[in-house]
């Protein structure tokens, strides 16, 4: 009885088209000739609860540098110095934002493994900055800012394992505005 009541319940949903819609959206994202950033402020433009930041954080992202003995990439710099919120922003996908005082790396965020770890990614996890969380931390991401063969890479942290799910942060913002699953 349970089971009949909750499928008449449960709305059904096709999973594999909403993904392929969103590969589409993401697909047509990247080939904008616009950056990430600017692809957030447009996202974020009509949101009230986004509060950009009010002067450059150059200095800040130079010291997280410093701190971390590690050189940001180039599209994740601009991001955090034109884009990243004043403070935590939680978009309307569930995806939490981090200001740049919040960004750590891993080993600094999370003092014990939150899940299976990847020995890729948990070799080098001194070089991984994490600058977003979904839904209060059910999980949350990091981008590679070692010089390895990872560099820019996005990992899923606190996954089923902790795996990568984006190439670069370009990659990573185009599949996050299209909803798609491929980053979760």
């Known amino acids: 009885m349970w089971h009949w009541l909750k499928s008449k319940l449960t709305p059904t949903r ?3 088209a909403e993904e392929a819609a969103a590969q589409i959206r993401a697909a047509a994202l990247l080939q904008r000739s616009t950056s990430p950033s600017q692809w957030l402020k447009e996202a974020w433009a009509n949101d009230r609860t986004y509060e950009p930041r009010r002067s450059n954080a150059s200095a800040q992202v130079e010291a997280i540098e410093a701190l971390y003995d590690i050189r940001i990439p180039e599209d994740f710099r601009a991001y955090l110095c034109d884009v990243a919120p004043l403070s935590d922003f939680m978009d ?3 995806t939490s ?3 740049i005082e919040n960004v750590k790396n891993v080993p600094d965020e999370c003092s014990r493994p939150p899940g299976k770890i990847n020995p890729k990614i948990e070799m080098e996890s001194d070089k991984y900055l994490i600058f977003a969380d979904y839904l209060i931390w ?3 991401w990091a981008i590679c800012c070692s010089e390895s063969a990872n560099r820019g ?4 942290i606190g996954g089923m394992p902790d795996d990568f799910v984006a190439d670069d942060f370009r ?3 185009a599949l996050e505005l299209a909803d798609s699953r491929a980053i979760h």
């Open 97 to 99: 934002w981090w200001s």
């Open 138 to 140: 059910c999980y949350a």
């Open 153 to 156: 890479k996005i990992a899923l």
């Open 171 to 173: 990659q990573f913002v």
């Open 14 to 16: 096709d999973y594999v």
């Open 92 to 94: 309307d996908v569930g």
